[in-house]
């Protein structure tokens, strides 16, 4: 009876000393999270604030520049039917069309071909002033200006060239565009521009859109069934009004037309997850040229192309570019590069 008694009175005891101890000395599930979250936010702002080598964008800035410039020589062969006021579109019925009280677009002022050719004009000024990287913080805010002017006014001939030259020209708007390969550079005496996190900033914008058009654009294909049973490539390659290869001869590869229809949804829809990782960056990237080269080539959409691939061009790393120029090494190391990031 007494042992019992004492061990009641030694656990009792021991229940009051557990108590006593400091909340701290026990475990918190509180810790775990808020270790969660500080991982978290340090990853975040690893990601979007750490300094970046410009290089990568002063080489997007180049492409875009280039194909803007050729849309721009394409408005001034007919700028009246584009943005003028007896145009193709009526500004009237422009505004009918896009039902957006807050849409913008400098043609709307334009009261004259004359006024229309000089806008035009000045869009074409900007575009080869971002190309050579001369004044290039304004020639890049000046040519976005332009861009989203051109697809305000004349909505029916605005595609997906046109959306993803938006896409690119907000970044190089953003970032130092200007800091490597260009006429400022060179004037300032700065051949070899210093990482900033505004380059950073841009590449990051331009990345995260690119895998939010490929990831939607792939999602709005599953719901078509030619993707799920393999014949939607045979159906663009047999239309007549797109096509400028001939390449009705697949009809009698069904196996291949399957393959690469197939392979061609995975990319997509894959894209916004398997860019990232070093080990599958380089056969997405492989695959995005493949996919856009070819239909520039079928299709007849070689300008959209061209500027898919230019987008790509965000996951490609300054060591990279480096290691592909040889002008632009500093050192002479001629091995590849082993991040890509």
């Known amino acids: ?8 009175t030694g656990g009792a005891g021991d229940r009051r000393h557990a108590s006593a101890e400091p909340a701290a000395a026990r475990p918190s599930a509180a810790g775990p999270v808020r270790s969660w979250l500080a991982d978290w936010a340090s990853a975040w702002n690893g990601f979007w604030f750490s300094p970046a080598d410009p290089l990568p964008l ?36 422009v505004w ?10 400098w043609f709307f002022v334009a009261d004259g071909p004359n006024a229309v050719r000089v806008l035009g004009g000045i869009a074409l000024v900007a575009a080869v002033l971002l190309t050579v990287g001369l004044a290039t913080p304004l020639a890049a805010v000046v040519s976005l200006a332009a861009l989203v002017s051109a697809a305000n006014r004349a909505p029916l001939n605005t595609f997906g060239l046109d959306d993803t030259l938006g896409l690119l020209l907000i970044g190089l708007a953003v970032g130092p565009s200007g800091a490597r390969l260009s006429v400022d550079s060179s004037l300032a005496g700065q051949g070899r521009g210093a990482a900033s996190v505004r380059a950073n900033i841009a590449l990051r914008l331009i990345q995260v859109h690119l895998c939010v058009v490929y990831f939607f654009s792939g999602c709005g294909k599953l719901f078509g069934g030619s993707w799920w049973d393999g014949t939607a490539l045979w159906g663009a390659a047999a239309n007549v009004q797109y096509r ?15 393959a690469v229809t197939l392979v061609t949804l995975f990319w997509e829809v894959a894209y916004a997850a398997l860019i990232w990782p070093r080990l599958t960056r380089p056969l997405f990237l492989a695959l995005a040229v493949a996919v856009h080269l070819g239909i520039g080539l079928a299709m007849g959409m070689m300008e959209f192309g061209l500027a898919m691939i230019t987008a790509n061009l965000a996951f490609v790393s300054a060591a990279t570019w480096r290691w592909l120029l040889p002008s632009l090494r500093t050192s002479p190391r001629h091995s590849p590069p082993t991040d890509l990031a």
């Open 244 to 258: 400028t290869i001939d390449l009705t001869w697949t009809a009698g590869l069904p196996l291949f037309v399957n």
């Open 58 to 93: 002063a080489v997007i800035r180049i492409a875009t520049g280039l194909i803007l410039s050729w849309s721009c020589l394409v408005w001034l062969l007919d700028p009246d039917a584009f943005f003028g006021p007896r145009g193709w579109l009526a500004p009237g019925d």
């Open 1 to 8: 009876m007494t042992a019992l008694v004492t061990n009641a």
């Open 96 to 105: 009918r069309l896009n039902d957006q009280p807050w849409q913008w677009s």
